[in-house]
């Protein structure tokens, strides 16, 4: 009966944290989806872009292709992720 209860109270425990995981990662894709509309590769980043891009681990680069295919992939694992735990992008 003690086993249970245990149970009981870990699965309780965890169903917040996978909730509110699961809307952290909404959050963090909804940013970068309109971090990619915004982002014009081509053209000088402005000091508040690379601030936020900073913020997903991708600074400053030359090559336009590595700042999209960064961004891309961490949209991606961010979706895999929110998919795995239940979410909906």
């Known amino acids: ?4 209860n245990l149970e009981s109270n870990t699965s309780s425990q965890e169903q917040p944290s996978i909730v509110g995981r699961i809307q ?4 963090i894709i909804e940013d970068l989806n309109l971090l990619c509309n ?4 081509y053209h000088p ?5 690379g601030k936020r891009l ?3 681990g991708v600074f400053e680069s030359d090559d336009p292709f590595l700042i999209t295919n960064k ?7 961010s979706v895999e992720e929110l998919i795995s735990l239940g979410g909906t992008p």
Do not use: F, G, R, W
């Not at 915004?38 to 590769?41: F, I, K, Q, R």
């Open 1 to 4: 009966m003690i086993n249970i």
């Open 24 to 27: 952290e990662l909404s959050i």
């Open 38 to 41: 915004e982002l014009d590769p």
């Open 45 to 49: 980043l402005t000091q508040e872009m």
């Open 54 to 56: 900073a913020t997903y």
């Open 71 to 77: 961004l891309v992939l961490i949209l991606e694992n």
